[in-house]
C-alpha cells in the first residue's frame, strides 16, 4: 500500500522559515517526479514545486527564490524548505508523487497546514 505522510507544517510569523517533509513508502514502479501543491480556502489546487527522477526542479513564480525543494533517495523522502514566508502561503499543502508502472499513477499525501501570520 502507497503511504505517503507529510510532516512540517505549522503557525509562522511572516519573514519566518518552515520545512516540510513527505515520507513516501509502498511504491512500485519508477518515480518520475514528486512534488508540493497548495490549496488556499476558496482556490484550486495549484502546483509549487516539482522534481524530477533526474533532480530537475520546477517552482510556480510566487516561490521562486524563496522555497527549494529537494529529495533524499535513499529514504524516499523529498523536502520543501520554504523561507521567507508570506501571509500568501497560508494553504494545505500536499506531496504528490507520480510513479510509472506500466501507466502513470499520481498518488496524494494527506496534506498538512501552512499558517503564515502578518
Known amino acids: 500500500q502507497v503511504q505517503l505522510v507529510e510532516s512540517g507544517g505549522g503557525l509562522v510569523q511572516a519573514g519566518g522559515s518552515l520545512r516540510l517533509s513527505c515520507a513516501t513508502s509502498?511504491?512500485?514502479?519508477?518515480?518520475?517526479?514528486m512534488g508540493w501543491y497548495r490549496q488556499a480556502p476558496g482556490k484550486q489546487r495549484e502546483l509549487v514545486a516539482r522534481?524530477?527522477?533526474?533532480?530537475?526542479?520546477n517552482y510556480v513564480d510566487s516561490v521562486k527564490g524563496r522555497f527549494a525543494i529537494s529529495r533524499d533517495n535513499a529514504k524516499n523522502t523529498v523536502y520543501l524548505q520554504m523561507n521567507s514566508l508570506k501571509p500568501e502561503d497560508t494553504a494545505v499543502y500536499y506531496c504528490?508523487?507520480?510513479?510509472?508502472?506500466?501507466?502513470?499513477?499520481?498518488?496524494w499525501g494527506q496534506g498538512t497546514q501552512v499558517t503564515v501570520s502578518s
Open positions: 504528490s508523487v507520480v510513479v510509472l508502472r506500466g501507466g502513470l499513477y499520481t498518488y
Open positions: 509502498g511504491i512500485i514502479g519508477s518515480i518520475i517526479h
Open positions: 522534481i524530477s527522477n533526474g533532480d530537475t526542479t
